[in-house]
């Protein structure tokens, strides 16, 4: 048996625990009326969650739970048990056992647990769903409801079939793919809305970058290109500042050695200038002067005395002269002259003073005599000889005056020599310092092109990036020529210009920006993919399982058929029924009052699957179910009951006085369905009727005392048919 036991507690009447053992294929619970017998099969839909309160004969939660008598207590919650044997694993789970139980509480929550554990309604729903045990309770047949089916809308009326033949799982497999379609598409229609709503500013972005990366580029040549100009202009900074340098160096140095050499020179010349042979010539001139006045008085007097002695001899030539007198003042004069070579000039003259006084005296003592002739000639000897030798002085002091005047010509040239050198060390020097004072003006200019060297850099680095600042490592393949390099400086000023231009040079944001904004779309797009190829997915599966619930249905449907014109033919001695599928136009919002007549607009139509029952009774133009009297309504309930049942069979049935309104014969016939079913489902019957009682194999009989309080016990066929009056 699959259905073990059913304990409540607290439920309803059932105000104390208490169970029911199911141990055979039919259990029949008796009772007097308004004992409790159908709180038992309420139970059983309650503990398998049901949750329309309608179906429990309830309003709210609360109304499930023992309100108390005179005698007993309200209760402070509601539960039941039943308890399953899964050996054959009919429930999806890996127990032998399997117990479900449900709990309502006062305010109304509810509890569910799986062999002790809190579960979830839906995994309750699941795991009955998988042993047939549907939601629609098909196999829980409550009192009066037997004819439920009946009465059920078309559509409800699929529905219930489809429950009753374990195709439920399809169709919650289908709905839960219909949701997740529509959640996908709803998805779908976001992430599309997404990236339209996106897609304008990406646009906008990639332009952006676009621009950005020509800027790139146009940024990264710029940089190779400065990097060389910078190299170049570094090197040419540098050689020049050397050659700056160097050159004043050894310019200072030969100035340094200009100037000193113009100072010894002007030393030289200043010396010079104290020269003492002017002084000297003018003094050799002065003597030479003196000496040719002194020359002209002896030759004046040697021609005076060449005079007296011809005056003389022509007086002797009437007058004698004494010739030893003569001959002596010769010698006299011979001996002055020898003393006048040997002494001074003023003894020369001595001599001669002497020599004239001593002539006159031989004059005066001879006059007009030869003597004196003598004495004459003596004198003008010694006037000769006087001459004579101031001739030689003279030629003396002219060589020396010449001597000297030569070597004052010779020392003035050599003057002029140290001159015209000083002139030109001064020109040097001035050329020196020229050339230096240039040179500082290089320097300076070196300086402010260094200074605009490093504006340069300072202006380049922001917009180009630091990286210009290596341009050291750049390679130069060669030197330019300054003006080419300053062509080339203004080449890069104007692709400066321009790149400032863009105004998008180290725009990392608007990079990153893009990439994020890049990334956010292609994961839409992915996700478009995805949720496009999951629709997909989901519309062939639906389709599938539309087939698949199709071909099920159909099947499933011809079985009942067969099933249910044997049991209406069992039950009304012939006849025919069947059901039929059909499509009906309903409506998609609830109607309103007084609108059932009223033709459907088009937006409100909707076409369903529905199923319909043809029937025909023996000997009766009965087509329709409105038709049918209370029992033949029964009997048509029963045998689709029964029919549904055999082809699908659940694990077990309840069936809540489904027979009440049958005649002798048909409970009759009902019991033996009964018995028949029961080889395939087990059955949980409640009944009034001895017949169907009889094929109980344990009878439960209900009774409730004056506590209100509903109580069970076992019971034999006859006490069951007295407990049951
Ligand atoms: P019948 O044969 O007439 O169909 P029955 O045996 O099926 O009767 P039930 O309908 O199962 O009887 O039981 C109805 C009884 O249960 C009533 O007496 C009612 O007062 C009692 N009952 C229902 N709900 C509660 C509750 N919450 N607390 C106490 N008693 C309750």
């Given at each position: ?30 009772g ?21 309160m ?78 047939n ?23 409800d ?33 976001q992430?599309e ?47 020049a ?96 002259t ?16 002497t ?61 002029r ?12 020097e ?73 105004g ?125 009297s ?15 049942s ?44 001895r ?35």
């Amino acid at each position: 048996m699959l259905l073990k036991r059913l304990e409540v507690s607290g439920f309803k009447s059932f105000a104390k625990k208490t169970s029911f053992d199911f141990d055979t294929p039919v259990v029949a619970i008796v009772g007097p009326n308004g004992s409790g017998k159908s709180n038992v099969a309420e139970s059983i839909r309650f503990v398998l969650g049901e949750q329309s309160m309608k179906s429990l004969r309830s309003k709210r939660g609360e109304d499930l739970i023992w309100n108390g008598s005179t005698a007993v207590p309200r209760a402070g919650r509601a539960s039941a048990s039943i308890v399953f044997d899964n050996a054959s694993r009919f429930l999806n789970i890996d127990f032998d056992e399997v117990s479900v139980e449900r709990t309502v509480h006062r305010d109304g929550i509810n509890e569910y647990r799986l062999n002790g554990s809190v579960v979830r309604l839906k995994d309750i729903h699941e795991l009955m769903a998988g042993a047939n045990i549907g939601q629609s309770g098909h196999h829980i047949i409550s009192q009066g409801e037997a004819d439920k089916i009946l009465s059920a809308s078309v559509r409800d009326r699929r529905e219930m079939l489809e429950d009753a033949l374990g195709l439920k799982v399809y169709q919650y497999k289908k709905d839960e793919s219909v949701r997740k379609l529509e959640k996908t598409d709803e998805n779908l229609r976001q992430v599309e809305a997404l990236r339209r709503e996106i897609a304008p500013h990406l646009r906008f972005l990639k332009k952006q970058v676009e621009k950005l990366e020509k800027a790139e580029e146009m940024r990264s040549a710029a940089v190779e290109r400065y990097k060389v100009y910078f190299k170049r202009e570094d090197d040419y900074l540098t050689r020049a500042a050397q050659r700056i340098g160097t050159e004043r160096a050894q310019r200072e140095a030969e100035l340094s050695d200009i100037a000193a050499r113009v100072q010894d020179a002007k030393r030289v010349l200043a010396s010079a200038s104290e020269d003492t042979r002017a002084t000297r010539i003018i003094e050799l001139s002065r003597e030479l002067d003196a000496v040719r006045g002194k020359r002209a008085e002896a030759t004046r007097k040697a021609s005076r005395l060449q005079g007296e002695i011809q005056a003389l001899q022509r007086i002797t030539e009437r007058a004698s002269v004494n010739a030893t007198e003569v001959t002596h003042l010769a010698d006299e004069g011979a001996r002055a002259t020898e003393s006048l070579r040997s002494g001074t000039l003023e003894g020369a003259l001595d001599f001669l003073t002497t020599f004239i006084g001593k002539l006159r005296a031989l004059t005066q003592s001879v006059s007009s005599s030869d003597s004196d002739i003598v004495e004459l000639k003596a004198q003008l000897q010694a006037a000769l000889q006087e001459e004579e030798y101031l001739a030689g002085l003279e030629s003396q002091h002219a060589a020396g005056l010449d001597a000297i005047r030569a070597e004052l010509e010779s020392a003035r040239a050599e003057e002029r020599e140290k001159e015209r050198a000083l002139f030109e060390l001064t020109t040097l020097e001035r050329e020196a310092r020229h050339q230096i004072s240039q040179l500082s003006g290089e320097r300076e200019r070196l300086r402010l092109e260094e200074e605009e060297f490093k504006r340069e850099l300072a202006e380049a680095a922001p917009l180009l990036g630091r990286e210009i600042l290596s341009y050291a490592t750049a390679h130069v393949p060669n030197e330019l020529p300054r003006e080419e390099q300053e062509r080339e400086k203004r080449d890069l000023e104007k692709i400066k210009i321009r790149l400032e231009e863009t105004g998008l040079v180290g725009s990392d944001d608007v990079l990153k920006e893009y990439k994020e904004a890049a990334e956010r779309d292609a994961f839409l797009e992915k996700e478009t993919g995805d949720l496009t190829a999951a629709a997909a997915q989901l519309r062939q599966l639906i389709v599938e399982l539309d087939t698949e619930l199709s071909k099920r249905f159909d099947e499933g449907l011809a079985a009942i058929n067969t099933e249910f014109t044997k049991f209406f033919g069992l039950l009304f001695d012939g006849g025919m029924a069947s059901l039929v599928r059909m499509k009906e136009e309903v409506r998609t919002r609830p109607e309103l009052e007084g609108e059932a007549e009223q033709p459907l607009d088009e937006a409100e139509r909707q076409v369903v699957d529905g199923i319909d029952i043809a029937l025909t009774i023996p000997r009766k133009r009965i087509k329709s179910l409105v038709m049918l009297s209370g029992g033949e309504r029964a009997l048509t309930s029963i045998a689709l009951i029964f029919a549904m049942s055999s082809v699908n069979p659940p694990p077990f049935v309840v069936l809540d006085e489904t027979d009440a309104a049958l005649d002798e014969a048909n409970s009759k016939r009902y019991a033996d369905m009964v018995k028949a079913l029961s080889d395939k489902s087990q059955l949980v019957v409640i009944t009034h009727n001895r017949e169907t009682m009889s094929r109980a194999g344990i009878l439960y009989g209900v009774t409730m005392g004056g506590d209100g309080v509903s109580k069970v016990l076992s019971v034999k066929l006859e006490e069951a048919v007295q407990v049951a009056k």
